[in-house]
């Protein structure tokens, strides 16, 4: 299947994708706010650099789109047609990335909440105010929203 778009449009589209500040991160950001929290964003001297920090709390928080992050419980997570063994290589590296930011915050004493990309639309979004504060205010050292088993393909 080719691509419906030439290369250069792909690339430009491409190349205008976000890392930081993302629709999905201000709503997860709007929520913690919203709830009373106050937080630190992308703290680069923690591994990761995890997108909202509570230092208060010792959580990091990862929002992570479906899509680059391959959430597999998630339609979203499509793998491309096309150069597929690129994309394959290219997103599974991400996820090593991810783990391994996750196991050296765990190592150092931090709780760890990654929020999908899919909990912050629609109706996933109801209620992810109460939902974040309850996961923070617990105890658990790790957690996801929604709730999957991550597996690898």
Do not use: Q, Y
């Not at 010792?58 to 096309?82: N, Q, Y």
């Not at 909440?113 to 979004?125: D, H, N, S, Y």
């Amino acid at each position: 299947m080719a691509d419906v778009v030439d290369p250069k449009t792909r690339s430009r589209m491409m190349s205008g994708i976000r890392g930081k500040n993302t629709r999905p991160e201000m709503t997860v950001r709007r929520a913690l706010f919203a709830a009373g929290f106050r937080f630190r964003l992308h703290r680069r001297d923690l591994p990761g650099a995890p997108d909202v920090v509570l230092p208060g709390w010792r959580v990091a928080v990862f929002v992570h789109g479906c899509f680059w992050h391959r959430h597999m419980a998630c339609d979203l997570s499509k793998l491309p047609a096309t150069n597929t063994e690129f994309w394959r290589a290219k997103l599974d590296d991400n996820i090593k990335r991810d783990e391994r930011a996750v196991v050296a915050l765990r190592a150092a004493g931090w709780r760890v909440l990654v929020v999908w990309e899919c909990a912050t639309r629609g109706k996933a979004a109801e209620g992810l105010t109460l939902r974040l504060s309850e996961w923070i205010k617990g105890h658990a050292p790790f957690g996801e929203m929604p709730e999957t088993v991550h597996m690898k393909t």
